[in-house]
């Protein structure tokens, strides 16, 4: 069973900082490109940014300067580095792996359960 776990969420003030953290673990073969996803009340999931395992890097344009992603391969764990929080970035955040649990079979794309990012005074 493979599962991604995210954690470092929380409440924080404008213009403060959050670093999220997703691991996927269980039984799998490979990970190829993991990402974050967000989801506003209200509004559906958008990209935040995914990260190849070769390194390439996809921000939503709007995001870009603020946050970064950055991974582990060695660890199986992905991050979101987010400043200059604004309240406007208020959301579930959404780790997501595309991962092939053995040799030989296709990439399958598997999903956190979410963190909440409040950004609020």
């Known amino acids: 069973q493979v599962q991604l776990v995210e954690s470092g969420g929380g409440l924080v003030q404008p213009g403060e900082s959050l670093r999220l953290s997703c691991v996927a673990s269980?039984?799998?073969?490979?990970?190829?490109?993991m990402g974050w996803y967000r989801q506003a009340p209200g509004k559906q999931r958008e990209l935040v940014a995914h990260l190849t395992r070769g390194g390439l890097t996809t921000y939503a344009d709007s995001l870009k300067g603020r946050f970064t992603i950055s991974r582990d391969n060695a660890l199986n764990t992905v991050y979101l580095q987010m400043n200059s929080l604004k309240p406007e970035d208020t959301a579930v955040y959404y780790c997501s792996a595309d991962i092939q649990k053995h040799f030989g079979i296709q990439f399958a794309t598997y999903w956190g359960q979410g963190t909440q990012v409040t950004v609020s005074s």
């Open positions: 269980g039984s799998f073969f490979n990970i190829n490109t």
